[in-house]
């Protein structure tokens, strides 16, 4: 996972993974494009972290994965969330919100 | 993580094993592809593309080895592929095989045979004693100390010689230090 800045936390990409997913299909680089777009540019993925995590979820039953016709006449392999890994990501929000609060709170914490 | 998702993923990868690594391979080429054709349609030569997105996204094989490293079955894949290779050195070095083999018999052979020894001298009850957990040790004392030094005899010489401290200690059994 090349960063241009800040390391990814264990178990970040995962949920980094699915929320880029929540908007619909998408292909693998379409995937590591959207969580640049949406952290910014603070996470860029490389494909050598996000195939073993795309191929991860799909075994845990988070992603589902279809063979479709991309932009320029390829054939490239689509992901989108299963049922389970909506629920997934739900979960691992307010998850991660949960900790979010708790560990700003200890940093400010005098 | 759901188990049932995971038993039919190690199945999968472990039956299909060729399909799937055929739809990985053709996954990672049709990404590389694809930014290949981004670079080319911005104005780079292909050679030049080509390069620039291995050096961005690390060579295929690798990509592919990294996925291949987290599916379920991965471990069985390995132990798998460390047998193999064990099979073609020992192959190679018949010598060494052979040797090692001798070896392996040698050393389990003579355990085996120590071991069953060991087994029926002291870790099973003498032939012949229905209760071995009633057997006493008799040995001789002096105005109340034991005996200085302890000394033992085979089950069978109290069975066949001693009749009489078998009779004494009411029917059992005996395993005793003489008693003159």
């Known amino acids: 996972m090349a960063k241009r800045g800040t390391a990814l936390l264990q178990g970040t990409l995962d949920l980094l993974i699915l929320k880029a997913l929540a908007t619909g299909e998408l292909h693998g680089l379409g995937v590591s494009r959207r969580i640049e777009q949406i952290t910014r540019g603070t996470f860029v993925v490389r494909p050598g972290s996000l195939f073993p995590a795309l191929h991860r979820l799909e075994e845990a039953g988070w992603l589902a994965s279809t063979w479709q016709p991309s932009e320029n006449n390829r054939r490239a392999k689509y992901y989108a969330l299963t049922r389970a890994g909506r629920k997934r990501l739900s979960d691992e929000t307010s998850e991660w919100n949960r900790i979010a609060l708790a560990m700003a709170r200890a940093l400010e914490a005098s | ?180």
């Open chain 2, 1 to 180: 993580m759901p188990l049932m998702h995971r038993v039919f993923s190690l199945w999968r990868n472990l039956v299909h094993r060729d399909r799937i690594d055929r739809d990985l391979d053709e996954e990672v080429r049709a990404t590389f592809a694809l930014v290949v054709d981004e670079k080319i349609a911005a104005g780079m030569q292909p050679d030049d593309a080509r390069r620039v997105v291995t050096l961005e996204m690390g060579r295929v094989e690798v990509v592919k080895e990294q996925v291949r490293d987290i599916r379920a079955g991965a471990f069985a894949d390995t132990v798998l592929k460390d047998l193999r290779y064990g099979a073609r050195l020992l192959q190679r070095n018949p010598v060494f095989a052979v040797t090692a083999t001798l070896s392996l018999a040698i050393g389990i052979a003579a355990n085996t045979t120590i071991f069953t020894i060991a087994n029926a001298l002291l870790f099973r009850a003498p032939a012949g004693v229905s209760q071995p957990d009633r057997l006493v040790d008799i040995s001789r004392a002096e105005e109340g100390k034991a005996f200085p030094y302890n000394f033992t005899t085979s089950y069978p010489y109290v069975a066949s010689d001693e009749p009489e401290a078998r009779r004494r200690w009411n029917g059992r059994s005996a395993e005793a230090g003489r008693v003159d």
